[in-house]
């Protein structure tokens, strides 16, 4: 039986022609965690990422390590917003017309992912992305498989965010 996976670590070749990684899997922790993007905010870990579009570098959803009650990752994705892009409300975003109709908070969910680290701590490539991360969505049984609950930016739009969405069979349950 063969099962396809759903993350790919990417790889590059040595001088010597051989094939090594260039990614290694990162599991953020503590201090780790807020070298590398995230704010700590009432015990939680929360990093806004992607983002709307290539021009602006705000966020398009936010990230919470654990599994968290909705009402908590809304705090912290607003002190994220705050702490860093000096933004105190979380429906806008910094410069958009306050005039227009704010959206509604989307719902959190709970699913799993695994962080993706560039490049492999083992293998230093010097390019552009050196010392940073990403994150794709992994089943809760997949091998280094985080617990995370995700939102997307209300001012984000849905179609843009690419979180697993439980209705539509996505390995993910909603936020209480």
Do not use: K
Request: glycine content about 8%; overall charge negative; aromatic content about 8%.
């Amino acid at each position: 039986m063969t099962t396809t996976a759903l993350y790919e670590i990417e790889t590059s070749e040595a001088d010597d022609g051989t094939t090594v990684p260039a990614e290694g899997i990162w599991t953020p922790s503590s201090e780790d965690a807020a070298d590398n993007g995230f704010i700590t905010y009432g015990g939680l870990y929360v990093a806004g990422i992607g983002a709307p579009n290539d021009d602006r570098p705000h966020p398009d959803r936010f990230v919470v390590l654990g599994h968290q009650r909705w009402a908590d990752i809304i705090e912290a994705a607003a002190a994220y917003m705050d702490r860093v892009h000096n933004w105190r409300t979380l429906h806008l975003y910094p410069g958009d017309d306050p005039s227009v109709l704010i959206p509604r908070i989307p719902r959190a969910v709970h699913t799993h992912g695994v962080f993706l680290r560039h490049p492999h701590p083992d293998h230093p490539c010097g390019c552009e992305w050196e010392d940073t991360w990403r994150l794709v969505w992994a089943p809760p049984a997949e091998p280094d498989a985080v617990p995370i609950t995700a939102m997307r930016h209300p001012a984000a739009p849905a179609t843009t965010t690419g979180l697993p969405n439980p209705d539509q069979g996505a390995p993910a349950t909603w936020a209480p």
